[in-house]
């Protein structure tokens, strides 16, 4: 996976984060860089820590699933970036919880990088996936983004939650089709 194609998939694992941040900040009286470092922290974090933890779930079984690796891959980011879409689409209200103590943001950590656990997964399937770099990066712009959420619900509130999910999983399934036809050689 190349040095973009990591990018447009942080920007895609990062999105419920934002989602989430947005919300934040929106029930949040007044926002300063110390909550939005905060909430960078806990998102950032937990988004380099679940891919790693994948990854390293994922090389104990590379030898059994290496001629399927591609398909994994796709239905993972598939099913991934269509929950996301449905979320964005629900007509559901979200509970506005302004709270960054340890026990909601912890939770919350957790819930938006489930995803990228199973995209840890799917590094360890492919080939050249220097994972340090990748978790790395993944963590930095999920931080940049989940800081950049608090201050943006804050400022402008809702309008742009729903969208940030849609657009997250749009960009995932479309990764997820591009590895697979990489693999089957249409591309």
Request: proline share 2%; aromatic share 10%.
């Amino acid at each position: 996976m190349g040095f973009w194609e990591l990018v447009v998939l942080a920007v895609g694992l990062s999105m419920d984060a934002f989602a989430v941040s947005i919300c934040k900040g929106l029930a949040l009286q007044r926002v300063s860089w110390k909550e939005c470092c905060i909430a960078g922290a806990w998102f950032g974090g937990f988004q380099a820590l679940m891919p790693l933890l994948g990854y390293l779930l994922g090389t104990q079984f590379e030898r059994l699933v290496t001629s399927v690796d591609h398909w994994i891959t796709f239905v993972l980011l598939g099913i991934i970036g269509g929950n996301m879409i449905r979320e964005a689409l629900s007509k559901d209200e979200d509970k506005l919880d302004g709270s960054l103590a340890f026990k909601a943001m912890l939770l919350l950590a957790i819930a938006t990088s489930i995803d990228a656990l199973a995209v840890g997964i799917t590094f360890a399937f492919l080939p050249g996936t220097h994972i340090v770099p990748a978790v790395a990066l993944i963590g930095s712009i999920t931080f940049v983004f989940s800081a950049a959420g608090i201050r943006l619900g804050n400022v402008f509130g809702l309008r742009y939650k729903s969208k940030a999910e849609f657009a997250g999983g749009v960009i995932l399934i479309l990764l997820g089709t591009k590895i697979l036809l990489e693999h089957l050689g249409v591309l």
